[in-house]
Structures are given as structure tokens and as C-alpha cells.
């Protein structure tokens, strides 16, 4: 059992960062990918971003490729989102998932717990 939380959302202006974090619990942290998705109002939640168990390997979404930028601290069963240059269409609700890795990484039923979430709201 994992159990998430997610922190560090607030308002920002356009153009600026922020750094989201996900803290786990449970000793198996360090055996699962972790992800970010977002959800928007009246959309469907969309993946973000991923990192593999060991920390080596990241993929992302081609709407955030080169301004966010995820990682993880085993020691610290936490991972993180660095978000720069924010775009008022990064508004959203940010969630932070755990599941084993999978070639289908971008699809929410691929991973198996769930945080509640932090708001990101981005003002232009």
C-alpha cells in the first residue's frame, strides 16, 4: 500500500515556476514509476510526466517537454515536479500517481494509487 500526498500548488503569473512535490508513504516507494497528470476544468485528466523506479529514465508530455522537469529522492520517498515558464494553459489540478512501470506510462489505468491533488492556477 502507497499512500500520496502532493503539495507545493498555489497562483503564479505567466512565465513563472513553481515545484510541486509528492510524498509517499509505505516502504515500496522506491519499486514503482511515478507520475504527474493534470486535470483542467471540463477535461480529461492528461498525463504530464513520468519517472522510472531508479530515478534514470523520464518521459514527457510534448505540451510540457522542456519546461518541466520531474524527479525523484528514493531516500526521501518524495518526487518532484519542476515547473518553469508556466503558460495559463498549465492551469490545472496536479496529481501524483504510483504504479509499476509500463510502455503505456501515459494512460492513467497503468498506475495503481492516487493522490488528492494540488491546485496550479497560472495568470496571464
Known amino acids: 500500500q502507497v499512500q500520496l500526498v502532493e503539495s507545493g500548488g498555489g497562483s503564479v503569473q505567466a512565465g513563472g515556476s513553481l515545484r510541486l512535490s509528492c510524498a509517499a508513504s509505505g516502504r515500496t516507494f522506491g519499486g514503482y514509476s511515478m507520475a504527474w497528470f493534470r486535470q483542467a476544468p471540463g477535461k480529461e485528466r492528461e498525463f504530464v510526466a513520468v519517472?522510472?523506479?531508479?530515478?534514470?529514465?523520464?518521459y514527457y508530455a510534448e505540451s510540457v517537454k522542456g519546461r518541466f522537469t520531474i524527479s525523484r529522492d528514493n531516500a526521501k520517498n518524495t518526487v518532484y515536479l519542476q515547473m518553469d515558464s508556466l503558460k495559463s494553459e498549465d492551469t490545472a489540478v496536479y496529481y501524483c500517481?504510483?504504479?509499476?512501470?509500463?510502455?503505456?506510462?501515459?494512460?492513467?489505468?497503468?498506475?495503481?494509487?492516487w493522490g488528492q491533488g494540488t491546485q496550479v492556477t497560472v495568470s496571464s
Open positions: 500517481a504510483a504504479g509499476p512501470f509500463s510502455t503505456y506510462y501515459y494512460s492513467r489505468a497503468r498506475y495503481t494509487y
Open positions: 519517472i522510472r523506479s531508479s530515478g534514470g529514465t523520464a
